[in-house]
């Protein structure tokens, strides 16, 4: 089990308890939280997160993914390109395919 995050933070329900989440739910926000977050940026797990960038080649998106996502996540990755900054991966699971879509922010300027 999780707690939902939203916008970075964690959501809370309307008596400002964070919202617990599991299953499906859970499974996309870990992905999403390991491809989104910098490589060795996380403190307390330097192997969290991802090497992809907005200006990633196409050709490098399927090694850094499965780089990014250890084999505990049950998935198979489908197909994912960048448009526009942001990385659309789709994949399956016990739970059907679904599709991820992650912003990058240009690390330029």
Known sequence: ??????N????????????????FDELKQQIYIRLKAKLGGF????????EITAKTENSELIRLI??????LFDVDLISAYIEKGTLKAKFNSEFGAFMIEIPFEDEEG
């Open 1 to 6: 089990m999780d707690l939902l995050l939203e």
């Open 66 to 71: 499965r780089k990014a996502l250890p084999q």
């Open 8 to 23: 970075g933070d964690l959501k809370k329900d309307s008596a400002g308890k964070p919202i617990p989440i599991s299953g």
């Open 43 to 50: 403190i307390y797990d330097r192997k969290l997160g991802s």
